[in-house]
């Protein structure tokens, strides 16, 4: 998610919420927020509306589920939390609704097929995606519940 939208779910200002970002950027990884290029941010402005009224100085920030996370930790307000937890759930629900349909992992294989015909140099970005594609083919294991059970 972009650190614009996030902003405004947290109902925070922009320069607030990356200022928090950066004053703990340990907690950070590039696996977790990264900015886009100049030219991604070109792309992603052309092919929105919005993003051309976007008079930003510096190219947008861009969160994983795991940096959404992780901003709950550094912007410590109620909403904050609040947010993160329904965003959590969002993920959640449709990572359920994607391992749910049958024909998943063959439509996630034939987009790591197309894409690897659209790419022909070996970008960490574009390996990432495919790492991320082949992860999403192999089915989770069941998780075992925790605690009491009143059908046991």
């Known amino acids: 998610m972009f650190d614009s939208d996030l902003a405004q779910l947290y109902e925070v200002e922009l320069r607030v919420l990356n200022q928090a970002v950066k004053r703990n950027i340990e907690r950070f990884p590039d696996d977790f927020i990264f900015q886009l290029t100049a030219e991604e941010w070109k792309n992603q402005r052309s092919q929105f509306v919005i993003f051309n009224k976007d008079t930003r100085k510096y190219r947008p920030f861009v969160f994983t589920e795991h940096g959404i996370l992780m901003l709950s930790s550094v912007l410590n307000s109620d909403k904050a939390v609040k947010v993160n937890i329904s ?21 996630i294989a034939e987009l790591r097929k197309l894409l690897m015909l659209y790419i022909e140099k070996n970008d960490k970005r574009v390996n990432d995606i495919i790492i991320a594609l082949n992860n999403l083919i192999v089915q989770p294991s069941k998780t075992r519940t925790i605690g009491f059970n009143a059908n046991d």
């Open 87 to 107: 965003i959590m759930r969002t993920f959640v629900q449709l990572r359920h609704y994607i391992l749910d349909k049958p024909d998943t992992n063959t439509q």
